[in-house]
């Protein structure tokens, strides 16, 4: 089962501070199922854009350094293709023309769904999420994003197979498994 983990709670892998403290712990026991093999745990590098905003040095360091403890997803950009400049003396400039819009219509369904603005740049990560995680044959998203949780029953149904939710509620899943109740 691949499973992403978004910014809220990937920062909250890093930093322990999840609230409230049952999800801290259900959190830490998705990581070591995925520690141990019994689900793949990935985010994105938008996680990493997210948490470059904070301003807490300390913090930020703690971030900064556990970006390679969960894989990135492989598809979280797309490149358009290529713009060059040539100069007077033949000097060539090459530059790939990318977008971090991996999926157009998946994306502006879910800016729809969660009722974003244009002006809500800040809000946008979280389709940018949902997209990266449904096109990346991810099936569990795991948030504690009151946004997200509020819409997931439309969300889930545009994403599909993808479902998003708690860490509590993904543990008991795994619970009910019997090779991961062995595990967590």
Known sequence: MRVYLDNVADSGRILGDLDPAAEMEALRQIVEAG???VIELVTSRESWREQER???PVKLAKLEAARGDIATVARDHLV???HSQMGMLGTTVV???ATDIVDNALYTDLIAILGLEAADERRRADPRHLTYAATNACVRFVTLDHGLLGQRTAL???CEPLCIVKPSELVAELSASPRARDSI
Request: proline residues 7%; aromatic residues 0%.
């Open 35 to 37: 520690r141990t093999g």
């Open 54 to 56: 904070t301003n807490d």
């Open 80 to 82: 358009l293709g290529h």
């Open 95 to 97: 530059g790939p023309l």
């Open 156 to 158: 889930d149904a545009r």
